[in-house]
Nanobody, 120 residues
Framework: VRLVESGGGLVQAGGSLRLSCLVS????????MGWYRQAPGKQRELVAA???????NYIDSVMGRFTISRDNAKNTVYLQMNSLKAEDTAVYYC???????????????WGQGTQVTVSL
């Protein structure tokens, strides 16, 4: 399984970005997908996840600001990020696993990461 993220960049606080992750796998619709992030000096943390059936979950700090979605026809998962804050600055990673429980704890596949920088 190969994952390639895109869409990161520099944005002012209060702005928006949409991250995309193209997944090279024959049965994308069977996979749970997640977005993680790692800020400098901090551990990597789960931001949001979406099950194969579409159920989603989010960490509290992004609830109401970020939306994870998937397009199975395009083998792509998205993270729409609105009302961005300086503390959202991090490298964002796409992750995949067969099960939702697995993608939220120990994903089996990772992308290379994309930098998101939010300036004040």
């Amino acid at each position: 399984v190969r994952l390639v993220e895109s869409g990161g960049g520099l944005v002012q606080a209060g702005g928006s970005l949409r991250l995309s992750c193209l997944v090279s796998v024959f049965t994308f619709e069977d996979y749970a997908m997640g977005w993680y992030r790692q800020a400098p000096g901090k551990q990597r943390e789960l931001v949001a996840a979406i099950a194969s059936g579409g159920n989603t979950n989010y960490i509290d700090s992004v609830m109401g600001r970020f939306t994870i979605s998937r397009d199975n026809a395009k083998n792509t998962v998205y993270l729409q990020m609105n009302s961005l804050k300086a503390e959202d600055t991090a490298v964002y990673y796409c992750a995949a696993a067969r099960l939702m429980m697995q993608v939220t704890t120990a994903p089996t596949s990772w992308g290379q990461g994309t930098q998101v920088t939010v300036s004040l």
